[in-house]
């Protein structure tokens, strides 16, 4: 249903810099995926679309000349002059991705909290659901990462939210078994996170999407935490219309490019 914050810790290898462009490399991804991959971003404070597109090209040849399999960048959505000049660079949109924002969370009444804390030997089940629920996120529409590829790696995200990456998982039961889960982060600044929430297959339309979403802001309420972010993509509506309801407004929109470059390396 969403896609938010990124199944590692935090990237350690230092940027490279070409004018108004940074290639780093993005090490949990390189070792999950057996392939280099790095990510880009553009400092646009101060300078011409022309230049970051020739900054740009800069970063896109140090990085085929440093054995980079894939890169990585996101723009605003609102700069459109960047999306051209990421496209002009060989680089192919791949999500168009929407982060909402529910401000002033207030604590729900009990009989609103219907999830609960995951055990460890549910762990199993989430992991399953994980697997095949995020067909609009970016890295099922690029084609660098195999349907299988997909698949682990939301396996593995869930797992790491459950080992610590998260503040709480929660999940709902139907017919004696898991029906879907959410989690609860919390960021730097003292606001929350949704980063993966889904319902099974056999599960959906049944209200359980939405009951999730409000167990989460319930939990971040008693937490003492008033603002909650969550991303999913703009082609997902089912869970644009959820979180409109649970009272999330959009915040901001972000168009994510990528390259490959060592189509060799390709797995789709």
Same mark, same amino acid.
């Given at each position: 249903?969403?896609?938010?914050?990124?199944?590692?810790?935090?990237?350690?290898?230092?940027?490279?810099?070409?004018?108004?462009?940074?290639?780093?490399?993005?090490?949990?991804?390189?070792? #999950?995926?057996?392939r280099?991959?790095?990510?880009?971003?553009?400092?646009?404070s101060?300078?011409?679309?022309?230049?970051?597109?020739?900054?740009?090209?800069?970063?896109?040849?140090?990085?085929?000349?440093?054995?980079?399999a #894939?890169?990585?960048?996101?723009?605003?959505?609102?700069?459109l002059?960047?999306a051209?000049a %990421?496209?002009?660079?060989?680089?192919?949109?791949?999500?168009?991705?929407?982060?909402?924002?529910?401000?002033?969370?207030?604590?729900?009444?009990?009989? %609103?909290?219907?999830?609960?804390?995951?055990? /460890?030997?549910?762990?199993?089940?989430?992991? =399953?659901?994980?697997?095949?629920?995020?067909?609009?996120?970016?890295?099922?529409?690029?084609?660098?990462?195999?349907? /299988?590829?997909?698949?682990?790696?939301?396996?593995q995200?869930?797992? =790491?939210?459950?080992?610590?990456?998260?503040?709480?998982?929660?999940?709902?039961?139907?017919?004696?078994?898991? %029906?879907?889960?959410t989690?609860? %982060?919390?960021?730097?600044?003292?606001?929350?996170?949704?980063?993966?929430?889904?319902?099974?297959?056999?599960?959906?339309?049944q209200?359980?999407?939405?009951?999730?979403?409000?167990?989460?802001?319930?939990?971040?309420?008693?937490?003492?935490?008033g603002?909650?972010?969550?991303?999913?993509?703009?082609? =997902?509506y089912?869970?644009?219309?959820?979180? =409109?309801?649970?009272?999330?407004?959009?915040?901001?929109?972000?168009?994510?490019?990528?390259?490959?470059?060592r189509?060799?390396?390709?797995?789709?």
């Open positions: 249903m969403t896609l938010a914050v990124r199944p590692r810790t935090q990237d350690v290898t230092p940027a490279q810099v070409f004018g108004a462009v940074s290639l780093r490399s993005l090490d949990w991804d390189t070792q #999950h995926f057996g280099k991959m790095g990510v880009l971003a553009i400092d646009m101060g300078r011409a679309a022309a230049e970051i597109q020739a900054d740009l090209r800069s970063a896109l040849a140090a990085g085929s000349r440093d054995g980079y #894939h890169l990585m960048l996101r723009v605003p959505a609102e700069r002059d960047l051209t %990421a496209e002009r660079c060989g680089m192919r949109l791949v999500d168009v991705a929407v982060d909402l924002v529910a401000r002033h969370v207030e604590q729900r009444a009990p009989t %609103a909290v219907r999830a609960r804390a995951v055990t /460890e030997r549910e762990l199993g089940a989430l992991r =399953n659901i994980a697997s095949t629920a995020f067909e609009f996120s970016r890295f099922a529409t690029d084609p660098f990462f195999s349907p /299988e590829e997909v698949s682990t790696f939301y396996r995200w869930i797992t =790491n939210l459950y080992g610590g990456m998260a503040r709480a998982v929660l999940v709902m039961s139907a017919a004696d078994e898991i %029906a879907g889960f989690t609860c %982060a919390v960021q730097t600044d003292q606001t929350g996170r949704i980063p993966l929430i889904a319902t099974s297959d056999d599960h959906r339309r209200g359980i999407g939405y009951a999730l979403i409000e167990s989460s802001l319930a939990w971040f309420a008693n937490a003492g935490i603002t909650v972010w969550v991303r999913t993509q703009v082609a =997902n089912a869970a644009l219309a959820l979180y =409109n309801r649970a009272g999330f407004n959009i915040g901001a929109a972000e168009l994510t490019f990528t390259v490959i470059l189509p060799e390396e390709a797995r789709a």
